[in-house]
């Protein structure tokens, strides 16, 4: 690691991250954020060649749901010590480099689940897998809640998920609707049971819609909206740790160019509109980028 100073302030560079299963989001601010299992958050604007070792959070944050709303990045429900969920919150706050736990926490206790921040601000969280600390066995959830980060308060009101499931990919569709990707129907001592159902949530109507499946069962895969408009899910695990990358197009998924580095649990993200999509960490300490222009990986 390095350091770069301006004016007297300072901040840790690193130019790779570590292997570690991680949730990433785009910030308003321009920047791709990254936030790995054990609480450590980076962050890299497209074209950087090494990311900001940021504030880390106050607790680990394994498998939590991370969405970006109101100018900052929220973290909900994790697994505490390789087992079990939690109804926990996080905020971090750009301006001044800090986290917070004071913000209401999960109505539901889960982990694993995704969230994404909807048209109406509003960020929803999804699905996941409940239990208790201190054991490996889990209920799969499908509930969704919804949290409006300018009064801390939650909307319980949305119907579930259809298929519960967690370690899902999510996206934000052109036409707004929130796409949970794949995921698995069972957890802890249970195993993993790869799916590839693909959700659509429409925030508006308050409404869950089937659209197609993946080509191949899978979760852990990392989710992100390319610059062409299409919805991509980008490795993963079928059974087997996979580099295959499918595109939706709004009607069908297609395979495209496959991920270097074959892996599962890396974070995906993109600048709204703006190539590339980033592929962060996961089982494997890489971080490949992929432009949807021209389907090349760099």
């Known amino acids: 690691m390095g350091q770069s100073c301006v004016d007297g302030n300072c901040v840790t560079l690193s130019p790779v991250l570590p292997a570690s299963c991680t949730r990433a989001t785009a910030g308003s601010d321009g920047r791709i954020y990254a936030l790995q299992d054990s609480g450590a958050l ?13 504030a880390t959070a106050p607790a680990e944050q394994a498998n939590s749901a991370v969405a970006w709303a109101s100018g900052k990045l929220y973290s909900w429900g994790r697994t505490v010590g390789g087992v079990g969920s939690t109804t926990s919150a996080a905020v971090y706050t750009p301006g001044t480099n800090t986290w917070s736990g004071t913000i209401a926490v999960l109505p539901t206790n889960r982990t694993g689940a995704v969230a994404a921040t909807g048209p109406d601000g509003l960020v ?9 600390n201190g054991t490996n066995n889990y209920v799969l959830v499908g509930v969704t809640e919804a949290y409006n980060p300018t009064t801390d308060t939650w909307v319980t009101t949305a119907p579930p998920m259809p298929t519960p499931r967690f370690l899902s990919a999510v996206a934000v569709g052109t036409d707004k609707r929130i796409y949970v990707i794949g995921g698995s129907t069972t957890a802890g001592n ?15 109507t308050q409404t869950w819609s089937a659209v197609a499946n993946l080509p191949k069962a899978t979760y852990w ?3 992100a909206l390319g610059a062409d408009g299409q919805i991509y899910s980008v490795g993963g695990n079928t059974g087997a740790t996979t580099g295959v990358v499918n595109a939706f197009n709004g009607t069908t998924w297609q395979t495209v160019a496959p991920l270097p580095t074959p892996r599962y649990c890396a974070g995906g993200a993109a600048l709204p509109g703006a190539d590339p999509i980033f592929a962060i960490a996961g089982t494997v300490g890489v971080v490949e980028t992929f432009a949807t222009v021209t389907g090349v990986w760099n």
């Open 190 to 204: 249970a195993g993993y049971t790869p799916v590839a159902t693909v959700d659509a949530f429409d925030t508006t």
């Open 221 to 223: 895969s990392a989710g």
């Open 124 to 132: 929803y969280v999804i699905g996941g897998a409940s239990g208790s």
């Open 42 to 54: 980076y962050a890299m604007k497209p074209g950087d060649t090494s990311w900001t070792v940021l």
